[in-house]
Every structure is written in structure tokens, then in C-alpha cells.
């Protein structure tokens, strides 16, 4: 059966309806796209593996860079990795728009944060945050076009860096500016945006 999806306005027919719908069966349809977002150790990127638990194939695009050098990074993705079943792949690219629009099973993408890190390492924004933004700003557009036009399903991790003390360096600042237009820009585009506090998810509404 066809799934519609409607926004329903804060109407009291309006939910009668709903309510109406609901009796004769209709059930909401499943999110196509979810943001989960989060501080450091929020929980967020388990949160975004058991949304897909039940899927045996994911495509799981890790953003993070590999540094033999950095003995506690490469712990930290071994962990992740080890979290993952055996059946799912996982990418190691910054190419989420082409993974996003080649047909698939669901995607998981982790995380948005150091995927744009590594954008503006190689648009050289934080030597000069003004020069660089619109290379930047166009990587961030692909990005959210891609989000918005993919037919799989597609889970998204970010951070939310914008609650804490503001940064004593323009470069700092034009990070937490980028990464909140970045965020906000997604979440603009998914069906469902969650937030993850203290391991605990919460949906947010538009």
C-alpha cells in the first residue's frame, strides 16, 4: 500500500481525523531519514546502530581519517568497529553524497562533525575562515541536496557543539558557526531529528 506522509496542523479537526485514521487502521510510515545529534559520549552513535539493528546489510560510512600515529584514535574506531555486525560494510570516505546516491541498502553515516573537520582541512578554512567559506558551503549544500534526493534509508550522527563556552579563536567560532548551519540545514531535510542526552534519545519537533 502507498505510505502518504502529511504535516498536521495544530487543529482540533485536524486530529480528530488522525485519531479517525488510526481507528480505521492507517498507521504512521516508518522515518526515511533521521539526524541523531549529541554531545561527546551522548549516546548517540549507539543510538544510531539500533535504529538499524534489524537490517542484515548497512552501508556504515565512517568520516574519520585513520592516524597509526594516535594510538587512542585507532582505539576508539576499533571499538566502533566492533560494535558493528559482521554483515554490515563500512566505507571510509568523505563521498557521502555519491554513497547516498547509489542505490543500496540503508546508510549509516558517522559523523557529520568530522566529516566537515576534514572539508575544512582540505579547503584550508582555518587559515582563513572567511576565504574558504563558499568552497565550503557548497561541499555543505551537496551534502544536504544528497540527504534530501536519496532513496535509501539513511541514519546521520552529528555533534552539538553550540551549547558550550563560546571559543577563544576565530577559527573555533567559525566551526561551531559551520557545524550549526550544517545541522540545522540536515535536520531541515529528515524525517525525524533526535537528540541525545546522558544516553537517552529525545525527538525533537519541527
Not at 549529541?38 to 539493528?53: D, P, V
Request: glycine share 6%; charged share 25%.
Amino acid at each position: 500500500m502507498p505510505q502518504l506522509r502529511i504535516d498536521i496542523p495544530d487543529d482540533p479537526q485536524a486530529w480528530a481525523l488522525v485519531e479517525r485514521l488510526r481507528e480505521l487502521g492507517a498507521r504512521p510510515a516508518p522515518a526515511q531519514r533521521t539526524l541523531v545529534t549529541g554531545g561527546a559520549r551522548s549516546g548517540k552513535s549507539s543510538r544510531a546502530e539500533q535504529l538499524l539493528a534489524s537490517h542484515d546489510a548497512v552501508d556504515y560510512v565512517a568520516t574519520s581519517a585513520r592516524n597509526e600515529h594516535d594510538p587512542e584514535w585507532m582505539a576508539r574506531i576499533a571499538a566502533h568497529r566492533a560494535r558493528r555486525p559482521d554483515s554490515w560494510r563500512t566505507l571510509e570516505t568523505l563521498d557521502i553524497a555519491d554513497v547516498l546516491a547509489t542505490p543500496g541498502p540503508p546508510v549509516l553515516v558517522d559523523c557529520l562533525g568530522v566529516w566537515l573537520t576534514r572539508v575544512l582541512d582540505k579547503t584550508g578554512f582555518w587559515d582563513d575562515p572567511g576565504k574558504a567559506a563558499q568552497p565550503v558551503d557548497e561541499r555543505i549544500g551537496e551534502l544536504v541536496r544528497a540527504v534530501a534526493s536519496t532513496t535509501r534509508r539513511v541514519v546521520l550522527v552529528t555533534n552539538e557543539v553550540g551549547c558550550g563556552v563560546v571559543p577563544a579563536t576565530e577559527s573555533g567560532r567559525a566551526f561551531r558557526d559551520r557545524i550549526g548551519i550544517l545541522n540545522a540545514s540536515v535536520a531541515d531535510v529528515c524525517d525525524e531529528v533526535l537528540l541525545c542526552v546522558a544516553g537517552r534519545a529525545v525527538s525533537l519537533p519541527r
